[in-house]
């Protein structure tokens, strides 16, 4: 059973628009939702995160929404650039719990 | 400086041929776990282990084996590789008090002959 989903596989953006990633999950024991950056050939990196007594986190350019009667996060990413492309892992996790990640979205800004 | 340490970087084998991927990490955490990533696969869990001489399968533990005999090392071991097994790997560490945080290791590509 798939505890966390990101129905885009990929995602094509033009430099300067924004860019939004989804996140849908089932478990409703996470109490941290984070989001990780993964480049070609290194390991993934942390990104934000929110906890679950909020509903908004922002850094900089990334802000991070969390609806938790729908189960469903977004990673909002203001403007785009063409560094930010990359693997994105969505990975909710509860206290106690084992780590899960979401299959990733690739995300493409185009120049 | 914290960080998840994996060796080797990369690795060619042969078939049947037993193999150890080392990882260790100096933050003092108590969580560590393994991965590989394919190609539109994205990361899929082999190995975790919640603390000293504690571990338990995750999604594809098949054909890898683990041990936790100390905090910092969590080593993967593949007795007999099979070319299925051809993957990028990754080690990962957290502590259970950091909101979830992983520090990941750099990778290590394996391909199995």
């Known amino acids: 059973d798939q505890q966390v989903k990101q129905n885009s596989p990929s995602l094509s953006v033009q430099e300067g628009r924004i860019s939004i990633l989804n996140c849908d999950y089932t478990?409703?024991?996470?109490?941290?939702f984070l989001w990780y950056k993964k480049y070609p050939a290194e390991g993934p990196t942390f990104l934000i995160s929110?906890?679950?007594?909020?509903d908004k986190n922002e850094d900089g350019r990334f802000t991070v929404f969390l609806n938790k009667s729908a189960k469903h996060l977004s990673l909002h990413i203001v403007p785009s650039q063409p560094g930010d492309s990359a693997v994105y892992f969505c990975?909710?996790?509860?206290?106690?719990?084992?780590?899960?990640f979401g299959p990733g979205t690739r995300l493409s800004v185009l120049p | 400086e914290a960080q998840v340490t994996q060796n080797p970087r990369y690795l060619i084998t042969v078939t049947g041929k037993k193999l150890t991927v080392t990882c260790s990490q100096n933050?003092?955490?108590?969580?560590m776990s393994w991965y590989r990533q394919d190609p539109g696969l994205g990361l899929r869990q082999i190995y975790y282990?919640?603390?000293?001489?504690?571990?338990d399968k995750g999604d594809v533990p098949e054909g890898y084996k683990v041990s936790r005999k100390e905090k910092r090392n969590f080593p993967l071991i593949l007795e007999s590789p099979s070319p299925n097994q051809t993957s990028l790997y990754f080690c990962?560490?957290?502590?259970?008090?950091?909101?979830?945080?992983?520090?990941f290791g750099s990778g290590t590509q394996l391909s199995v002959l």
């Open positions: 933050m003092n955490h108590e969580y």
């Open positions: 990975a909710p996790h509860g206290y106690g719990q084992n780590f899960v």
């Open positions: 990962a560490s957290s502590s259970h008090i950091s909101g979830g945080k992983l520090f």
């Open positions: 929110i906890s679950s007594i909020k």
């Open positions: 478990n409703s024991m996470f109490d941290y």
């Open positions: 282990s919640m603390n000293v001489e504690v571990t």
